[in-house]
């Protein structure tokens, strides 16, 4: 019914950028907050930036001042611009959205992109 489908990730030098997008398609009524979480090799997953419809925007400590997340309604696309990019940014990043689908409220989650940084 929903997919969210991302695109943009790869290998990258630290101190390089690069830039995720994740596309949300189906009978999507409405979106409420959207975001993007990482999971490195033996680590748990954690949230790296969310923004919600209205462009509330809450960042993960260790990212603050080199990603930026923002969010096209109209596409129900959320993209995360990184910059600066360290050796521990390197993860799989998902991409997760908390929306309405007709009566139901529920998250969805993309299939993951790797992120790799050399050092």
């Known amino acids: 019914q929903v997919q969210l489908v991302e695109s943009g990730g790869g290998l990258v030098q630290a101190g390089g950028s690069l830039t995720l997008s994740c596309a949300a398609s189906?009978?999507?009524?409405?979106?409420?907050?959207m975001g993007w979480y990482r999971q490195a090799p033996g680590k748990q997953r954690e949230l790296v930036a969310s923004i919600t419809s209205r462009g509330r925007i809450n960042y993960a400590d260790s990212v603050k001042g080199r990603f930026t997340i923002s969010r096209d309604n109209a596409k129900n696309t959320v993209y995360l611009q990184m910059n600066s990019l360290k050796p521990e940014d390197t993860a799989v990043y998902y991409c997760n959205a908390d929306l309405w689908v007709s009566a139901s409220r529920a998250d969805y989650w993309g299939q993951g992109t790797q992120v790799t940084v050399s050092s």
């Open positions: 189906g009978r999507i009524f409405s979106i409420n907050a």
